[in-house]
T-cell receptor
Framework: DAKTTQPTSMDCAEGRAANLPCNHS???????VYWYRQIHSQGPQYIIH???NNETNEMASLIITEDRKSSTLILPHATLRDTAVYYC????????????FGEGTQLTVNP | DTGVSQNPRHKITKRGQNVTFRCDPI?????LYWYRQTLGQGPEFLTY????????KSRLLSDRFSAERPKGSFSTLEIQRTEQGDSAMYLC????????????FGSGTRLTVV
């Protein structure tokens, strides 16, 4: 699995966009980038994933650089309920379908 | 179907006792995973099943740990002779197919060994 590097913590004002960066310079060609988040005392929640192209769903957008060495998760209008630890994970079928979580980024959305 | 269900939510046990946790995955999901999470750390993979077959086990899964999924539906994780270092959140997740990383996690079972 690709090693990923994320900032330990970030703050964001409510209603503003939250941009969470992730470096994954060792990612291989068949590895996807996955984002999960974990709200305190709950299990992780899947957000989005992508391979090369940018992706958008009802929760967030994922921007992957052309060289695939980094990506940014964008929460377009952060709310207080988006306060959570956000995990960026690189993974593929050949990793045995296990997810390797790092320590993630603690995002705090402030009123 | 309301998602992945784990029971109990909390368990306090004395060192040396055996404990068993249960996970009920989403019914159409054939893959089931167990993870362990300690305070301030991300979840760590323990093991996964495809239907009733246990396909991979982490080195974290010592011989005191055993997991089963007898009919390819619910799963149990048993810890024998618990130690204080086993105190953690035990998370279960399920997914629908090979390579599907859109796992659905349960809320976990928090184990405290005293």
């Amino acid at each position: 699995d690709a090693k990923t590097t994320q900032p330990t913590s970030m703050d964001c004002a409510e209603g503003r966009a939250a941009n969470l960066p992730c470096n994954h310079s060792t990612i291989s060609g068949n590895e996807y980038v996955y984002w999960y988040r974990q709200i305190h005392s709950q299990g992780p929640q899947y957000i989005i994933h992508g391979l090369k192209n940018n992706e958008t769903n009802e929760m967030a957008s994922l921007i992957i650089t052309e060289d695939r060495k980094s990506s940014t998760l964008i929460l377009p209008h952060a709310t207080l309920r988006d306060t959570a630890v956000y995990y960026c994970i690189g993974g593929s079928e050949t990793s045995g379908s296990r997810l390797t979580f790092g320590e993630g980024t603690q995002l705090t959305v402030n009123p | 179907d309301t998602g992945v269900s784990q029971n109990p939510r909390h368990k306090i046990t004395k060192r040396g006792q055996n404990v068993t946790f249960r996970c009920d995955p989403i019914s159409e999901h054939n893959r089931l995973y167990w993870y362990r999470q300690t305070l301030g750390q991300g979840p760590e993979f323990l093991t996964y099943f495809q239907n009733e077959a246990q396909l991979e086990k982490s080195r974290l899964l010592s011989d005191r740990f055993s997991a089963e999924r007898p009919k390819g539906s619910f799963s149990t994780l048993e810890i024998q002779r618990t130690e204080q270092g086993d105190s953690a959140m035990y998370l279960c997740a399920s997914s629908v197919r090979t390579g599907d990383y859109g796992y659905t996690f349960g809320s976990g079972t928090r184990l405290t060994v005293v």
